[in-house]
């Protein structure tokens, strides 16, 4: 256990308020920790402070105190009716007030949604144009390429006759 | 259901003897407390006067199953810091000369020192003396510091009164003391220098 968990127990032991188990522990540590022996020593020496502070008695009530509490209460009635329904208003005016704005909040959400929702489809031909653009362009690269290929088969032919016919004008000749 | 709750009960349904009952069960307690807050003999009574009018007229918003005595101590210590506020009290002295005698007191005061042995000036004395040390605290860690020790309440009952965790308590209550205690060192301190002198 650390230092300032002990620390954090002095309060409760000296109220009496700890288990047999942590009054131990803190003991142990007390024996040895100057720190913790301070503060136990200024727990105490300021619960003298407030006792020495009241070694004389507070006033009693007098014996007629509670009629006097009772005259004031009527006399604190009228302006107290006055305000009551007032208080009560404002009381219950702040959970309204704050249903109210989780209601609207759910309320703006809702429509910004709704709203996002909507745009939603104006997108999709983009898409759409955009797929089928794309497809087109593959076809055409695709029709491009092959004759491209088409041409270099063509052009390869055209120079192998090329070199093959003067060696068979040749042959003929001998 | 405690008698506590049962007398609640018959009060927030408007039964006038039942509050009396209230009153004069918790009176001697208000009276005490405001007194430790306030030390004015004058204004106990119109504060604990104003404390009672005050849970009269807010009983019906009181919830029967929560505790009567940290709503009674909560509303106590707010009427005696609106008291408090208005007198602007401000810390009267806040280096006071300490004699060797008073400092013992508080040392050891509890454990071998009986104040009911010490006669009534001297008694006077040490109260004055204890009473200038503690004019040092605000009067919110002044009431902590009073109702940890005076009224015996646990740091469980604290935190119910003043709304705050266990942990909140326990550092505000290391923070009062510990300014209490400095108070009380730099006094020891300055008494000492004059006897050297």
Redesign the interface.
């Given at each position: 256990m650390s230092h300032q968990n002990l620390k954090?127990w002095l309060?409760?032991y000296a109220?009496n308020?700890l288990s047999a188990e942590m009054t131990q522990d803190l003991e142990q540590h007390l024996a040895m920790c100057r720190d913790c022996q301070e503060?136990l020593r200024?727990?105490?020496?300021?619960?003298?402070?407030?006792?020495?502070?009241?070694?004389?008695e507070?006033?009693?009530?007098?014996a007629g105190?509670?009629r006097?509490?009772?005259l004031?209460?009527e006399q604190?009635r009228e302006n107290?009716l006055f305000w009551?329904p007032l208080r009560l208003v404002a009381l219950k005016a702040v959970p309204v007030m704050a249903v109210l704005a989780v209601a609207l909040g759910i309320f703006a959400y809702t429509e910004i949604s709704s709203d996002l929702n909507a745009q939603q489809p104006a997108e999709e031909p983009l898409l759409e144009t955009s797929l089928e653009l794309s497809s087109k362009w593959g076809q055409e690269a695709a029709v491009f390429s092959e004759q491209i290929s088409q041409d270099k088969d063509r052009v390869v032919s055209t120079l192998l006759e090329a070199e093959t016919l003067p060696q068979e004008q040749g042959k003929e000749s001998k | 259901m405690t008698v506590d709750k049962e007398l609640l009960r018959r009060c927030q349904l408007g039964d006038?003897a039942a509050f009396?009952v209230l009153?004069?069960k918790h009176?001697?307690r208000v009276?005490?407390l405001?007194?430790?807050m306030v030390r004015q003999?004058g204004e106990?009574?119109d504060i604990?006067?104003?404390v009672?009018?005050k849970i009269?007229?807010s009983l019906p918003q009181f919830r029967i199953e929560a505790s009567f005595e940290a709503w009674l101590y909560r509303i106590t210590v707010n009427q005696c810091y609106d008291y408090l506020r208005k007198r602007k009290r401000q810390a009267q002295v806040t280096e006071s000369d300490l004699s060797e005698e008073e400092a013992a007191?508080?040392?050891?005061?509890?454990s071998i020192t009986q104040?009911r042995h010490?006669d009534i000036s001297k008694?006077?004395e040490?109260?004055q003396?204890?009473?200038r040390?503690?004019s040092v605290l605000p009067p919110k860690d002044r009431s902590l510091?009073?109702l940890k020790?005076?009224e015996?309440l646990?740091?469980e009952e604290l935190t119910q009164i003043f709304k705050s965790s266990a942990?909140a308590i326990?550092l505000r209550?290391?923070r009062?003391?510990?300014q209490?205690?400095a108070v009380?060192e730099k006094s020891r301190k300055k008494e000492k220098g004059k006897h050297r002198v």
């Open positions: 954090g309060e409760d109220e308020s503060q200024t727990i105490r020496l300021t619960a003298n402070i407030l006792r020495a502070s009241l070694l004389d507070a006033p009693a009530p007098a105190f509670s006097s509490v009772f004031a209460i604190q107290y009551s | 006038q009396e009153v004069k009176e001697r009276f005490g405001v007194y430790q003999p106990v009574e604990a006067q104003e009672f009018t009269y007229f007191f508080f040392e050891r005061f509890g104040p010490l008694r006077l040490i109260r003396t204890a009473e040390l503690l510091l009073i020790e005076m015996e646990s740091i942990s326990k209550l290391f009062a003391r510990n209490l205690k009380y």
